[in-house]
């Protein structure tokens, strides 16, 4: 299938959909015209890029796991994917995950805060 019908069957953009391809994630056939061709499989594979990308890891660390998934909706790192390094690397962004949960945390106090003093006014 050519990008368009991708984009149109993920609902990711074309322009993103370039975007996983510069970064290594996606890797379309080239046709003799130059047009990108992608297999079936490609939208699961951006089924789970998109998932991936949405509960926070960077391209780094999907670049390094997406060669270990075969599922779109299953997420399990094969033993030989996790390097030291790439544990580091996980434990990393967890803990910056963490911090942005926190801080989400802390705003919506302060908008419930603000919230109540407006309406016991």
């Not at 890891?57 to 094969?78: A, G, M, Q």
């Amino acid at each position: 299938m050519r990008i368009g019908e991708l984009s149109r069957l993920t609902g990711v953009p074309t322009r993103m959909l370039r975007y996983y391809e510069e970064q290594d994630l996606l890797h379309p056939e080239r046709a003799d015209n130059g047009y990108r061709h992608y297999p079936e499989s490609a939208v699961y594979r951006v089924q789970q890029i998109r998932g991936l990308l949405d509960s926070g890891l960077t391209t780094e660390i999907i670049r390094r796991v997406l060669p270990f998934l075969n599922k779109p909706d299953e997420i399990h790192l094969h033993p030989q994917c996790l390097t030291p390094e790439l544990a580091d690397l996980l434990e990393a962004e967890a803990d910056r995950i963490q911090q942005r949960i926190e801080c989400l945390s802390r705003n919506r106090d302060a908008i419930h805060a603000y919230l109540a003093a407006v309406r016991s006014s």
